[in-house]
Nanobody, 114 residues
């Protein structure tokens, strides 16, 4: 059974940092691309970042470029999203996905507020 489980969301002050994690199971983790999306209240999901094998090619949305960084550890079957210089506008529920498997995690909430 394909499963993605996110963690790491929290309440953080503006300018702070968080690292989100997404653990995959039930499939050959290293063979797949992964992406992070976020959903603002009342809106659809917005692309944040993607990482693709075999060279760990990354892509980040303009809105997070230079502040967020996606990475992966295939030994741990985990994808990370390091978020720095957080802004209140980054407040959202963050989702991990394996697009080729049409698999999504349950989401982890991030709130940036003083």
């Amino acid at each position: 059974q394909v499963q993605l489980v996110e963690s790491g969301g929290a309440l953080v002050q503006p300018g702070g940092s968080l690292r989100l994690s997404c653990v995959g199971s039930g499939f050959s983790f290293s063979a797949y691309s992964f992406a992070w999306y976020r959903q603002f209240p009342g809106n659809g999901r917005e692309f944040v970042a993607r990482i693709s094998p075999p060279y760990d090619t990354t892509e980040h949305a303009d809105s997070v470029q230079g502040r967020f960084h996606i990475s992966r550890d295939d030994v741990k079957s985990t994808v990370y999203l390091q978020m720095n210089s957080l802004k209140p506008s980054d407040t959202a529920v963050y989702y991990c996905t394996a697009p080729s498997l049409n698999a999504w995690g349950q989401g982890t909430p991030v709130t940036v507020s003083s």
